[in-house]
């Protein structure tokens, strides 16, 4: 769920994380709502519809966990019961929503043979791995390959909030002009429904939710197949394969790229429903981390495995 380092981001404030305990809830509020643009966070503050006139893209900061948790259950009452939300945590606010294999190349075209041959070489070298009778399609395949770090298309989301603040939480430092800068980590909010029913090819339709891998809907956007000539732009939010205990216990979910190589956020800029919100955390990470442990959230319930359990028993100790 956290993207990789690109180049320094514009935006990065020296040592802005550790500001984050000094900021109370009167203050955060009054903050978030006038701040001044000659101070250091207000420097960085983004309007409160994002940039570029992305009227679907809410911009907004965050100085505690607590905001953050109401913030997120308003969105949730506005859109109602029928609407999850999903989250994605992000380490800087220079990563944008973009899959790691269009992030990669610069010709939508060679999206999809590159795709095809990627699914085919990893199919012929996994065999002797997998146990009987997975993966059976080229869905599966996909999945597969997205959990064992191949260039995908897809865009890893989480059900679970605390899921994505963990990754934003992670460690991460830009180098500019040689000097370290800490970024405000990111939480990405989406409503999956929203976005799919704003997609060119599926306006107009009422019973549009979020897809699954045998729906008509998706066919153009599959691995493999008749229709892929006919694969359109947008990315749309689809359930995958819990083919993993991590998967299952990060209530994973994903977006897919279509045939275009443009990130959510310029998809966003041409929808007329609000479906997207970045929240920039002014948290330092230390105490964003000791937020989620005092609400029993665990490095072990993100990575269900011996290692974390063992990582997890040190730092209760306080031993490294």
Sequence with gaps: ??????????????????????????????????????SPIGAWIPSRKGQNNAMSVDERTMFSVEEIVATTLEIGRKLGPDRPLWHRGHTCPQHVLKASLPRQIEDAKKLLPLEQRLITRFRQRSLPYWPAGYPQNDWEQLFAMQHYGLPTRLLDWSENLFVALYFASLKHEH??????????????ILDPVGWNQQAQQ??????VGILNTDAEDLKPYAPTGTELQRRYPQPLAIYGAHNSPRIT?????????????????????DHKEQSLWKLALFIS????????????????????DLASVAKEVTAMEGLK
């Design 1 to 38: 769920m956290v993207a990789s380092a690109r180049t320094a981001c514009a935006h990065c404030l020296p040592s802005c994380a550790s500001r984050g305990r000094s900021h109370g809830k009167t203050q955060s509020i009054k903050a978030a709502s006038s701040p001044s643009r000659h």
């Design 175 to 188: 180098l500019v002009d040689g000097k370290p800068v800490d970024c405000p980590p990111i939480l990405w």
């Design 202 to 207: 599926l306006k107009g339709f009422t019973d």
């Design 249 to 269: 216990a990060q209530r994973g979910t994903f977006t897919i790229t279509g045939d275009s190589l443009e990130s959510m956020e310029t998809f966003a800029a």
């Design 285 to 304: 990470r230390e105490d964003l981390q000791r937020d989620l442990a005092s609400l029993g959230f665990s490095e072990s319930m993100i990575f269900p």
